[in-house]
Structures are given as structure tokens and as C-alpha cells.
Nanobody, 121 residues
Framework: QVQLVESGGGLVQPGGSLRLSCAAS????????MGWYRRAPGKQRELVAA???????NYADSVKGRFTISRDNAKNTVYLQMNSLRPEDTAVYYC???????????????WGQGTQVTVSS
């Protein structure tokens, strides 16, 4: 059974940095899309950053130039490097991976458990 395990959240001062990781465990044939979403209190979930199997990336306008998404296919892991953090980045961050468990099976969407990021002085 595939599970996504997130790590790296925490409390950081404005201007600081954090690196989130999301590793998929279990038997996996291939991974297509990988992404990071966040949900702030009182707001809807939003896509923060995404990366395709061809390493094309996409970012929310609010994080462009500050956040970097990357992937390590050998480790089935996606990362989110967050620099110059702001109080408005405070949210629960969720990773998402669209993957195929076995050859011939359909693409399925998996989610991490969420990790809290708090930016505050």
C-alpha cells in the first residue's frame, strides 16, 4: 500500500527558510505529477507548486522567486524549499503525488498527512 509521508514543517521567523519533504513508500511503478498545496485558516486549499515527470514546474504567483520544488525519482520524493518566508505563508502544507502502482493500472492520486508551517516572530 502506498503512503506519502511528509516532514520538515515547523515554526520559523519571517525571512527564514524551511524545506519540506514528501516520500512515497511502497511498491510504485511510476510517478507523474507531484505537487504541494496549502490551506491557511479560513481559506481554501491552493496549489503552491507543481512538477511534472518531465521536470516542468509551476508556481503560485505569491511564492514565485521564493519557493523551489524539486523531485528525486530514485527516492520517490518531492521537496519544497521555502525561502524568505512571510507570515502569510502560514498554513498546513499537503503534498500530492499522482502515480501508478503497477504497470497497466490507472493513475491514482495520493495525499500526504499535512505538515504545519508557521511563520511568526
Amino acid at each position: 500500500q502506498v503512503q506519502l509521508v511528509e516532514s520538515g514543517g515547523g515554526l520559523v521567523q519571517p525571512g527564514g527558510s524551511l524545506r519540506l519533504s514528501c516520500a512515497a513508500s511502497g511498491s510504485i511503478f511510476s510517478i507523474n505529477f507531484m505537487g504541494w498545496y496549502r490551506r491557511a485558516p479560513g481559506k481554501q486549499r491552493e496549489l503552491v507548486a507543481a512538477i511534472t515527470s518531465g521536470d516542468s514546474t509551476n508556481y503560485a504567483d505569491s511564492v514565485k522567486g521564493r519557493f523551489t520544488i524539486s523531485r528525486d525519482n530514485a527516492k520517490n520524493t518531492v521537496y519544497l524549499q521555502m525561502n524568505s518566508l512571510r507570515p502569510e505563508d502560514t498554513a498546513v502544507y499537503y503534498c500530492n503525488q499522482d502515480l501508478i502502482v503497477r504497470r497497466g493500472e490507472p493513475l491514482r492520486v495520493y495525499w500526504g498527512q499535512g505538515t504545519q508551517v508557521t511563520v511568526s516572530s
